[in-house]
């Protein structure tokens, strides 16, 4: 079996319960129960208390595998928040055609559904960690922004081809507005230097306890090149003060921010469409967001 042929649809309770069973037998008694907020690039299920099985949901996600259990260990010292840790390597098999891993349960809630009491703190707490990972050392083999990011930490220009096809999904002087932001976050050249970035700062990757962030979670797109992706929770979370707070302990200067709404354009006029419960309304508050602070 290839890569190619992982099918989603398989991948299920029994099959990361027969995966630990042959490959972690010490671990085989352990209860298994599914994770609904797996997300789509990775299948996730609870083993005992304190273990995740993660397994890559598509071909494409599999390069995020050997990322994670590579780098994740040289990052988490240097960071101020628990980050996964791994504690078992899955090798593929004729189960399962690829890599996949076990790590660490971290607790807490994500922010996605957890209640938030003071997003000025949560503001901070991020901005901070962010902070540190940007200050992480890059080395001379850390992962460079390719497909195993979605393309982020790169060039805006990847996607602008698809810019042009999705920009129809807002009309008159929505479009224009947002031609504009398209335009100005291309112009805002990035220069350097290449520092880590997150990849997908979203309120499903933020765990909370207690109301105060504890720790960070996939990081599946993280790579060394240009942050601007990990602003994006500025537009599709923070107002008022908390906005205010993580933009200034942040301290980017202003064409990151330009690259920063380039990206939150483009993920807020993709999910426009999506069927997922509350996706649509979600983006088209991002973008209201978006065209409001021009």
Not at 215 to 229: E, K, L, N, Q, T
Not at 265 to 288: C, H, S, Y
Request: aromatic letters at 8%; charged letters at 25%.
């Amino acid at each position: 079996m290839t890569q190619n042929a992982i099918d989603a649809s398989r991948i299920d309770s029994a099959l990361a319960r027969e995966l630990v069973a042959t490959q972690f037998p010490h671990w085989a008694d352990l209860p298994l129960r599914p994770i609904e907020r797996g997300g789509n690039d990775h299948r996730m299920f609870r083993l005992g208390d304190d273990l995740l099985v993660r397994l890559p949901a598509a071909p494409g996600y599999v390069p995020q595998v050997a990322k994670e259990q590579q780098w994740l260990p040289r990052l988490a010292p240097l960071l101020p928040l628990p980050v996964p840790e791994v504690r078992g390597v899955g090798a593929p098999s004729d189960e399962f055609p690829a890599p996949w891993s076990v790590y660490r349960w971290l607790a807490g809630e994500p922010a996605a559904t957890a209640r938030l009491d003071d997003p000025v703190a949560l503001a901070r707490d991020l901005a901070d960690f962010l902070v540190a990972l940007r200050q992480v050392p890059v080395a001379a083999d850390a992962p460079q922004p390719g497909l195993h990011s979605a393309f982020r930490g790169g060039s805006l220009e990847h996607w602008d081809d698809e810019m042009g096809d999705i920009l129809h999904r807002v009309h008159g002087r929505e479009r224009d507005i947002a031609a504009g932001i398209w335009r100005d976050a291309l112009d805002a050249t990035f220069l350097g230097p290449d520092v880590w970035f997150h990849g997908d700062v979203s309120v499903n990757n933020l765990l909370l306890t207690d109301g105060r962030l504890s720790g960070v979670i996939d990081f599946g797109c993280s790579a060394v090149g240009d942050p601007a992706c990990d602003t994006v929770m500025r537009w599709t979370l923070f107002r008022g003060r908390a906005r205010e707070e993580f933009h200034r302990r942040l301290d980017l200067d202003e064409a990151t921010w330009a690259r920063g709404r380039g990206w939150a354009l483009w993920k807020g006029l993709i999910m426009i469409t999506n069927e997922p419960p509350g996706q649509a309304e979600f983006a088209r508050r991002v973008l209201d967001e978006l065209i409001a602070g021009v």
